[in-house]
């Protein structure tokens, strides 16, 4: 690596901090010095409090940008996104020379499906993808969505123009009203911004780079386990990722003195990540009780909600439900972030349909956040794509389309449940030895198996069942058909392997 990179990005801004990690995959070494550089530079913002004041309260309202609506402030942007290509252009070359470099990164459920597809097995199962399936084992689309689809194709009025830099207004506003419901003080007294992403991963990306700009402490607290993108969404958005302590392996539950323990032990003003439902991989949710009490701890010590919001509705049945733990948060008045995907719920999985929301304690503070938003945007997708919104707002602005919705989604949810009990009856009828109630006691697509690696391997080899090492399994690609099998490998596996 050119010292003279190197030493740029030792003393750089967010954007450099998101190189720095991304260099930390090819040479942990050019790293290290750069980090402990930097630490020293990073100091809290004194207008960022946390017992009345905006933790935001700092961020500079952005002038507009004579094309788009965006800052000239992006000039600068542009000029870090230059030095990122330059980077990335040696990740090119590196892969090349050598290309083992970056196997480990490799996402554990494609590798699955890899496998799968090779296999030529007539009864090979994949429960690695994480996408719905029917009875039938076939992706699905959604009766409401193609009803939809249609509309907007037989308006004739529609035109294929750039969307704002935050994307369709209604598909925001009626993001925002489904997360936090229609009646949300926040809502109405205009204090949430919310903006147009790429589905759940690029509403992420967004404010992970929106924080790494903003907000005076730069540390993420994730749960352990949890998505195998969430480290890297984080990193390269300029955060440091710190874990918490989320399942027990002796329980298959969650380890709630242990999450309390380390969430107790966060610095003030850390950032903590929370799943909103149906927590990705374990299906292990905290009661409402418990959240209660991870709500008075954070607000006590001023940390920082961001929460991944990506099975709303997909996991009960109930949208309202499911969204139980953001409106719990908003509801005491405090700042939190969230993000939104319609991958799963409407089954919008290749349209990239998100939303990012910020609230915040007051209405001038949300809008001097969006035009911020609008710097990290424009560099980065310059204005989201207009098709999945449209969908997604033609079903929420239309009653009786959006109750046809919550019906379908609702046989999702309900068909998911029933694979739970279906295949926790078919392990109680075999006398599988262990306790199996942790899989009707998860919820959401997902379900932590307990099973080990050395378990998961017998199950492929010997019964074509493909999952990922960790035992995690798609509920979702389950069929009545397909439980036998799959009980059958499981007692294999348990009373062969152990």
Request: charged share 20%.
């Amino acid at each position: 690596m050119h010292p003279q990179l190197s030493s740029h990005l030792a003393h750089g801004s967010a954007t450099d901090r998101r190189l720095n990690s991304l260099l930390r995959h090819i040479d942990p070494s050019i790293a290290s010095s750069s980090l402990s550089s930097m630490d020293s530079q990073i100091s809290a913002s004194p207008t960022s409090g946390f017992h009345g004041d905006s933790v935001f309260a700092h961020v500079a309202q952005a002038p507009e940008d004579p094309i788009l609506g965006c800052s000239v402030g992006d000039q600068l942007c542009y000029l870090h996104l230059s030095l990122l290509f330059s980077v990335l252009a040696f990740l090119l070359i590196e892969l090349y020379s050598n290309p083992g470099v970056f196997v480990k990164f490799v996402n554990r459920s494609s590798k699955v499906t890899v496998a799968y597809n090779k296999d030529p097995s007539p009864i090979k199962l994949n429960l690695g993808v994480g996408a719905y399936r029917t009875e039938e084992g076939k992706p699905v689309v959604l009766n409401v969505v193609r009803k939809a689809e249609q509309l907007l194709v037989n308006d004739r009025s529609r035109v294929k123009e750039y969307l704002p830099i935050v994307g369709l207004a209604d598909f925001n506003k009626l993001s925002a009203k489904l997360i936090f419901g229609a009646d949300s003080p926040a809502i109405q007294e205009n204090r949430v911004t919310t903006v147009q992403c790429l589905s759940g991963t690029g509403s992420l990306r967004v404010g992970a780079e929106f924080l790494g700009r903003h907000y005076h402490e730069h540390t993420i607290y994730i749960p352990q386990p949890t998505w195998g993108n969430h480290p890297k969404i984080f990193n390269l958005g300029g955060l440091s990722v710190k874990y918490y302590r989320y399942y027990d392996p002796a329980t298959r539950g969650l380890h709630f003195q242990g999450l309390l323990e380390d969430l107790g032990s966060a610095p003030t003003g850390a950032i903590v990540l929370l799943h909103a439902c149906a927590h990705n991989p374990t299906g292990v949710d905290p009661t409402l009780e418990q959240l209660a009490q991870i709500r008075q701890l954070m607000r006590s010590k001023g940390l920082l909600p961001f929460f991944d919001s990506a099975y709303q509705g997909f996991a009960s049945g109930s949208l309202d439900a499911d969204a139980q733990s953001v409106r719990m948060f908003v509801a005491d008045g405090g700042e939190c972030l969230v993000a939104q995907s319609y991958a799963k719920n409407m089954g919008l999985y290749g349209e990239r349909v998100g939303a990012l929301s910020i609230v915040c304690k007051n209405a001038d503070v949300a809008t001097r956040v969006e035009s911020q938003l609008r710097l990290v945007i424009r560099p980065m997708f310059s204005n989201p794509p207009i098709h999945g919104a449209s969908i997604v707002a033609t079903i929420l602005k239309d009653s009786n389309m959006y109750d046809e919705w919550t019906v379908e989604l609702k046989a999702m949810a309900d068909r998911i449940i029933s694979m739970r009990h279906k295949l926790f009856e078919a392990l109680r009828a075999k006398g599988t030895p262990g306790d199996w109630s942790h899989i009707i006691k998860q919820i959401g697509m997902f379900t932590f198996t307990g099973l080990n690696s050395e378990q998961v391997a017998f199950m492929t080899k010997e019964y074509h069942i493909y999952m990922t090492s960790d035992g995690r399994i798609s509920m979702a690609g389950l069929s009545s058909k397909t439980v036998p099998h799959l009980a059958d490998a499981i007692h294999a596996a348990v009373t062969c392997v152990g």
